[in-house]
């Protein structure tokens, strides 16, 4: 028992080191696309998040706010996993026990806008 928490404790603390690492490579710019150029937030439906369903063209949605993920496809430490929901609905899979919680402050920087009810 104690040596799975010790396992999840160290794949927690290399998610938030790979989302550091990939950071930095890419830059610290953050996504302005969100706001169009009336200022006006960006709105997508759940079809045209649909169509970015692959691992060179990645949206999810969580809670209602849609997310471009596919500059960090490669470096999510549970690989292929984050691609099990790419172009749908994310929340549970977000929200589950696997994520440290500082990960809900990291996925600000992918966020493009929300989905229209």
């Not at 440290?100 to 992918?110: I, L, P």
Request: hydrophobic content about 40%; some cysteine; proline content about 2%.
């Amino acid at each position: 028992m104690e040596m799975s928490m010790v396992i999840w404790l160290l794949a927690a603390a290399l998610s938030v080191a790979f989302f550091f690492k990939s950071k930095r490579r890419n830059g610290s710019a953050t996504r302005s696309a969100t706001v169009n150029n009336l200022g006006t937030q960006k709105v997508y439906t759940k079809s045209e998040v649909a169509w970015h369903n692959k691992r060179t063209d990645c949206w999810i949605i969580i809670k209602d706010k849609v997310y471009d993920v596919t500059s960090y496809v490669e470096e999510h430490p549970g690989g292929d996993s984050i691609l099990a929901h790419a172009g749908d609905d994310s929340t549970e899979g977000f929200y589950g026990p696997q994520h440290a919680s500082r990960v809900f402050d990291m996925v600000d920087e992918f966020y493009i806008g929300d989905l229209k009810q």
